[in-house]
């Protein structure tokens, strides 16, 4: 287990097959948060209702939402219609790059609480390191300190931005959601988070299947020795270093696959096989680039998925 992960205990929950096991992590507040999630990123509104209902259906507790996703009232509705308890969920929503300053921040804040039908939220982020994002984090700030939200965070925050904010924040942020997959390990900035006591969460695990993830022969031999898929090897392989993982799907086959990782462990042979995959390159997002800066400040009139080649 990462250092980021040493909190880590099992609980066991209820999905359709009966009782599993999966591991939470105890935030730096204290909060405790599932290893794995369920993403609804590019989930259109028409069909994301039922996928979410599918997936707390399949024993997922965690799910991750955005404002900029434009699916916030079909999670809302997933979520009402459920028979799982309230406070058995844990519900993430993030503010973006339009949303960003104090104010804005406030307000966005509101209407993703009212478009998830909730009284409060239990991770809150900023989802991109652009604008008057020190503004929000004071909206942030408030809101965690008003009750109003279990645990606040950034997402896709480059070492640089996260030092930054550590140093001049008053509340540190508890998250930074990051791409994170074998061809992108950033283990240096794991072990950053790991020392500013910010828990790693990987988006985009799979990074969508980009560079023949999936065929990668590595995987299909570690998958083939523990009887699993590569999704499910790269799925653990992250959980074992502490990183929570929010894979998506609208398959309810592949929602549950993805679930399935909690009854084997990757060995010492393993690990090192897949840290030799890595191209300390992204296949999702790069905001160092002009062409991504572009690209997710016009994503909300041009959802485009990645300029990245």
């Given at each position: 287990?990462?250092?980021?992960?040493?909190?880590?205990?099992?609980?066991?929950?209820?999905?359709?097959?009966?009782?599993?096991?999966?591991?939470?992590?105890?935030?730096?507040?204290?909060?405790?948060?599932?290893?794995?999630?369920?993403?609804?990123?590019?989930?259109?509104?028409?069909?994301?209702?039922?996928?979410?209902?599918?997936?707390?259906?399949?024993?997922?507790?965690?799910?991750?939402?955005?404002?900029?996703?434009?699916?916030?009232?079909?999670?809302?509705?997933?979520?009402?219609?459920?028979?799982?308890?309230?406070?058995?969920?844990?519900?993430?929503?993030?503010?973006?790059?339009?949303?960003?300053?104090?104010?804005?921040?406030?307000?966005?804040?509101?209407?993703?609480?009212?478009?998830?039908?909730?009284?409060?939220?239990?991770?809150?982020?900023?989802?991109?390191?652009?604008?008057?994002?020190?503004?929000?984090?004071?909206?942030?700030?408030?809101?965690?300190?008003?009750?109003?939200?279990?645990?606040?965070?950034?997402?896709?925050?480059?070492?640089?931005?996260?030092?930054?904010?550590?140093?001049?924040?008053?509340?540190?942020p508890q998250v930074n959601q990051i791409e994170r997959h074998p061809h992108y390990q950033r283990m240096e900035e794991i072990s950053l988070m790991g020392e500013m006591n910010v828990q790693p969460e990987a988006w985009a695990p799979f990074a969508e299947g980009f560079k023949g993830m999936f065929t990668e022969p590595v995987l299909l031999e570690?998958?083939?020795?523990?009887?699993?898929?590569?999704?499910?090897?790269?799925?653990?392989?992250?959980?074992?270093?502490?990183?929570?993982?929010?894979?998506?799907?609208?398959?309810?086959?592949?929602?549950?696959?993805?679930?399935?990782?909690?009854?084997?462990?990757?060995?010492?042979?393993?690990?090192?096989?897949?840290?030799?995959?890595?191209?300390?390159?992204?296949?999702?997002?790069?905001?160092?680039?002009?062409?991504?800066?572009?690209?997710?400040?016009?994503?909300?009139?041009?959802?485009?998925?990645?300029?990245?080649?």
């Amino acid at each position: 287990m990462g250092e980021a992960g040493r909190f880590a205990h099992s609980v066991q929950f209820r999905g359709k097959g009966g009782y599993f096991v999966m591991e939470t992590v105890q935030l730096s507040n204290g909060v405790r948060m599932p290893m794995e999630g369920f993403g609804v990123f590019q989930i259109p509104e028409e069909t994301c209702e039922q996928a979410v209902k599918e997936a707390i259906s399949a024993g997922y507790r965690l799910i991750d939402t955005a404002s900029s996703y434009q699916n916030e009232k079909a999670v809302g509705r997933a979520i009402q219609s459920s028979a799982v308890p309230r406070e058995e969920l844990f519900i993430t929503t993030k503010a973006y790059i339009q949303q960003m300053g104090y104010e804005k921040t406030k307000e966005a804040f509101q209407e993703s609480l009212s478009n998830l039908g909730l009284t409060y939220l239990d991770l809150y982020l900023i989802h991109m390191p652009f604008g008057d994002y020190y503004g929000s984090w004071r909206a942030l700030e408030e809101l965690y300190q008003e009750g109003k939200i279990r645990a606040i965070g950034v997402c896709n925050f480059l070492p640089d931005r996260l030092l930054d904010l550590c140093y001049n924040a008053k509340i540190l942020p508890q998250v930074n959601q990051i791409e994170r997959h074998p061809h992108y390990q950033r283990m240096e900035e794991i072990s950053l988070m790991g020392e500013m006591n910010v828990q790693p969460e990987a988006w985009a695990p799979f990074a969508e299947g980009f560079k023949g993830m999936f065929t990668e022969p590595v995987l299909l031999e570690i998958a083939k020795k523990h009887g699993k898929t590569p999704a499910q090897v790269i799925l653990r392989w992250n959980v074992q270093q502490g990183v929570i993982v929010i894979p998506k799907s609208v398959h309810k086959e592949r929602m549950e696959e993805n679930l399935d990782i909690w009854d084997f462990h990757l060995d010492k042979e393993d690990m090192e096989k897949i840290t030799a995959l890595d191209q300390d390159c992204p296949s999702m997002l790069d905001t160092r680039k002009v062409s991504e800066v572009k690209r997710v400040y016009d994503y909300l009139n041009n959802p485009v998925l990645t300029s990245l080649s």
